[in-house]
């Protein structure tokens, strides 16, 4: 079994932000798929503080807020947010913004039960262990209000590149100097402890394609206090 390189790890920052500098607004303005379903379900609940983790250049920052809700984006490339920033500016939206530079292995900078939502986009594959996935699941509740909002997605082990290039450990793998954590649903079921069961949707993205789940889930409340608003499906392979 291989091993887990710490230094390797750690590389993957250098590598994303060399990554940033070298291709302005990578992916382009429109935001993503998963962007538009959270999108919709946030306006639906009236979710108003959201936080985004990974949020790169922010083409889903953009979405969030032009629909007139706060954002928190963060990112341990300080090159994207930079160009975030920037393009916040433009429609007048940048006092709903928040950004920092940070490395989701540590503690999130907000406090307990301060945003209705939380959403990421590939940021739970990176380069980050099963024991980092897990605390970083744990601050997630943490900083949701009761009730809240998850929704990430992943790459998962049906995806073309699962099981192939480098074999960095722990159920990751490295293409073209990305680290790629892939997914089974045991380890959306570790992460979803203190969380509604999941909705998991299969999806694809990219000329690959990568193959995708989106996971939605809401911080679970006692009965007596909040209803339980998720719904559960099967992921497909």
């Keep these: 079994m291989t091993e887990v390189d ?22 382009g303005p429109a935001p993503s798929g998963p962007a538009l379903h959270a999108l919709e379900l ?16 922010g083409r889903d920052t953009m979405a969030f807020l032009r629909a007139g809700m706060n954002v928190t984006a963060l990112d341990y490339a300080p090159e994207g947010l930079a160009e975030l920033s920037d393009a916040a500016a433009s429609p007048g ?8 530079a940070h490395d989701v292995r540590s503690p999130l900078p907000l406090p307990d039960e ?12 990176m380069a980050l262990t099963t024991g980092q996935l897990t605390t970083l699941a744990a601050e997630v509740r943490r900083v949701l209000r009761p009730g809240g909002w998850h929704i990430y ?13 480098l074999d960095r450990g722990d159920n990751m793998r490295e293409h073209g100097g990305f680290i790629v954590h892939f997914f089974d649903q045991d380890l959306v079921n570790r992460l979803g402890q203190g969380f509604s069961a999941p ?3 299969t999806f694809e993205e990219g000329d690959l394609p990568r193959r995708l789940w ?3 889930q809401n911080k679970t409340v006692p009965a007596n206090d909040a209803p339980d608003r998720s719904r559960r499906s099967s992921p497909e392979s």
């Design 6 to 27: 710490p230094l390797v790890m750690d590389d993957q920052r250098r590598h994303w932000r060399t990554t940033f500098q070298s291709n302005p607004a990578m992916y």
């Design 42 to 57: 946030f306006e639906r609940e009236r979710v108003r503080d959201v936080l985004e983790l990974g949020a790169g250049q």
């Design 93 to 100: 939206v940048a006092g709903k913004l928040t950004t920092a």
């Design 114 to 125: 301060s945003v209705d939502a939380v959403f990421s986009h590939m940021l739970f594959n």
């Design 153 to 165: 997605t992943v790459r998962h082990t049906g995806d073309p590149h699962a099981g192939t290039g």
């Design 199 to 201: 909705e998991i949707v």
């Design 214 to 216: 989106r996971v939605t």
